[in-house]
């Protein structure tokens, strides 16, 4: 039975893992990515509007 204690961790980890990864996957691309890219470009612009009016000032 020392086996089986042994073995029931890493085999835990491993399915955790997996998962973890499966799901990662699952969201890359498709409708999400599309809303994705529109956060990262409208974040991009409000730095950049940011960094403009703050370079103005000094």
Known sequence: MDY???LVPPVVMA???IGVIRVI???Q???NKA???AAVDAALARA????Q???SDA
């Open 4 to 6: 089986v204690s042994a």
């Open 29 to 31: 691309g498709g409708a």
């Open 15 to 17: 399915v955790f893992f």
């Open 53 to 55: 009016t703050s370079g």
């Open 48 to 51: 950049e509007g940011t960094k």
């Open 35 to 37: 809303k994705e890219d």
């Open 25 to 27: 996957v699952k969201t």
